[in-house]
């Protein structure tokens, strides 16, 4: 007989959730009674989990095993009817997203921090899916976030081990816990989407790829669409096993991060395609030999092939990107005629759009892309659009971008991050920028001349609701931008990101060196916000 058990227990201060839930060092969710908090206040805010089914999974990062633990037993604890979780605990976030969709769940806690390094010195996070598989909304987040102020006790069950290990149905308490295969569901919504023969008869060609997993969730997934299904050969999945701490590696997939793979792929003799996921397997960067897809240009490609893809194959309702990713997008979609929605960084954005069948592309330039599939970003999602594409227009990655370009100009595009930067000098940067926006345009700064700059506020078109303070923009003469924000992902000090933009029309200009390109764009930045001179760095840490 299971017993539960009511523990007193008192608010803890921070505990205030980011763009994608909660994200701390792992030691700080081990502290005492930090995650159960957490946990109760989900419940408390979403109104109780009282005969709800929920899904449950993560990246497996350091911490995970005994997160989802303490996850089913305060379920239990609280009346919760049903608790669907991946087999040891693992779900990649896209596939979290389509369980809860496919199953009819009430909504899903998802154990991650995404692109964040792991490990007991890393990062851990904890994040709430709603009922339509994406993340919760600014209001729900509100509402759990004022439950974390005034949480006084915590419900759970005294339980041993709860088996993960094998597939099985098992009860605790009156709870019912059904542990999944974490692949299968997603490769089969994935077989539906991509003409998976098509694929398949590319790598018959003798078409090489590399996937590098990152020692994150995607491997598993990677290995059997890309290896057992369509027939990779065996080794084209790098760094496949998960491993708690990311092999000591940081599961962000980058140039800088993912540097054995880009090592391969600038090689004469490299792979003719690579790719790589992240963390919990929701983003991706695309990558062909000596030819890099920044994520913007990724979205804008999708976008103009959609129609080749069986599930596109009746076009697009609309496209959506977050206001700093560049605007390569809404040239596609004003050439297709249709809708492109600029909205705030977060995914939970775009839900709205997605439910209202607004929108069917959504993207990001932080490496995140997806579509009305499930309600989050999907890394393996965009690889098997890439591939799709490439087997039914052949030619390479690099033929592919040009003629995009040659079709509809290109928008260099950079982004500059500023890791771990003093919080009071990051603030004070943005309130330097903020206090010159009125006073901006017309001002010429080396060639570029000024043509507007503010504040980027969002009204969402379906609810009405409005978000402010959402990035500082300041637009160029002839298309150009600069845009500023504070990252909301990171758990150490602040992350400036800086967003660079350069609209060239000139095909003998199509292939310079992006840094190269923008030069101007980067310089009129420094002048306006002080960067150097307010953070202390002479350079950022990453360049995308």
Not at 4 to 11: G, H
Not at 185 to 211: C, H, N, P, T, V
Not at 335 to 357: H, M, Q, S, V
Not at 403 to 408: N, R
Request: a negative charge; aromatic letters at 8%; glycine letters at 12%.
């Amino acid at each position: 007989m299971t017993t539960f058990r009511t523990i007193p227990t008192e608010p803890i201060e921070g505990q205030k959730p980011g763009t994608s839930g909660l994200r701390k060092k792992t030691a700080v969710f081990q502290g005492h009674h930090y995650l159960e908090n957490f946990i109760q206040s989900i419940w408390n805010g979403i109104g109780g989990v009282q005969g709800k089914t929920l899904v449950l999974g993560g990246d497996g990062r350091h911490f995970n095993s005994q997160a989802a633990q303490v996850v089913l037993r305060m379920a239990a604890a609280s009346g919760a009817k049903k608790v669907i979780v991946g087999k040891r605990a693992l779900l990649s976030t896209p596939a979290a997203s389509h369980l809860i969709r496919k199953r009819g769940a009430d909504g899903g806690i998802i154990l991650s921090a995404s692109h964040n390094p792991g490990g007991p010195n890393g990062d851990f996070g904890v994040k709430f899916n709603s009922a339509n598989g994406g993340p919760a909304s600014e209001s729900v987040m509100a509402r759990i976030f004022d439950a974390t102020k005034v949480v006084s006790e915590l419900h759970i069950a005294e339980s041993q081990d709860i088996g993960l290990r094998t597939l099985d149905t098992l009860t605790l308490g009156d709870m019912e816990i059904e542990i999944v295969d974490p692949v299968t569901d997603y490769a089969a919504l994935m077989q539906e989407l991509f003409d998976f023969d098509a694929i398949s008869g590319l790598f018959k060609s003798g078409f090489r790829m590399r996937f590098d997993a990152m020692h994150a969730v995607t491997g598993p997934y990677a290995r059997t669409i890309l290896e057992e299904i369509l027939g990779a050969p065996p080794g084209t999945v790098m760094n496949g096993l998960p491993l708690p701490d990311f092999g000591e590696g940081h599961p962000d997939p980058n140039p800088t991060w993912a540097k054995q793979l880009w090592d391969e792929m600038m090689s004469d003799s490299g792979p003719d395609f690579g790719a790589a996921s992240d963390g919990d397997g929701d983003r991706n960067m695309i990558v062909g030999r000596k030819a890099y897809v920044s994520p913007s240009d990724s979205l804008a490609v999708i976008a103009a092939n959609a129609t080749l893809v069986p599930g596109y194959r009746d076009g697009l309702k609309g496209v959506a990107r977050s206001m700093p990713t560049s605007q390569a997008v809404d040239r596609v979609a004003a050439r297709l005629g249709i809708d492109c929605y600029e909205t705030p960084t977060g995914w939970k954005f775009f839900g709205n759009l997605l439910d209202a069948g607004r929108a069917t592309l959504c993207g990001e330039e932080s490496f995140g892309t997806g579509s009305d599939h499930v309600r989050e970003k999907d890394g393996l999602w965009a690889v098997l659009f890439w591939l799709n594409i490439l087997a039914v227009k052949g030619g390479s990655v690099a033929e592919l971008l040009d003629a995009h370009w040659a079709e509809y100009g290109r928008n260099y595009y950079s982004r500059h991050d500023y890791e771990a930067v003093d919080a009071a000098a990051a603030n004070g940067l943005m309130d330097h920028v903020r206090g010159q926006l009125a006073s901006l345009p017309g001002q010429s700064f080396g060639a570029l001349t000024v043509e507007t700059a503010d504040e980027f506020a969002y009204d969402d078109p379906v609810d009405g609701s409005r978000s402010e303070g959402q990035g500082l923009r300041i637009g160029f003469a002839g298309g150009g931008r600069v845009v500023l924000r504070l990252s909301g992902t990171g758990t150490d000090g602040a992350t400036l990101r800086v967003y660079h933009e350069k609209v060239e029309e000139d095909a003998a200009r199509f292939n310079l060196d992006p840094q190269e390109a923008l030069a101007d764009i980067i310089a009129a930045a420094e002048t306006i916000a002080g960067i150097k001179a307010r953070t202390g760095r002479d350079a950022p840490d990453v360049i995308t």
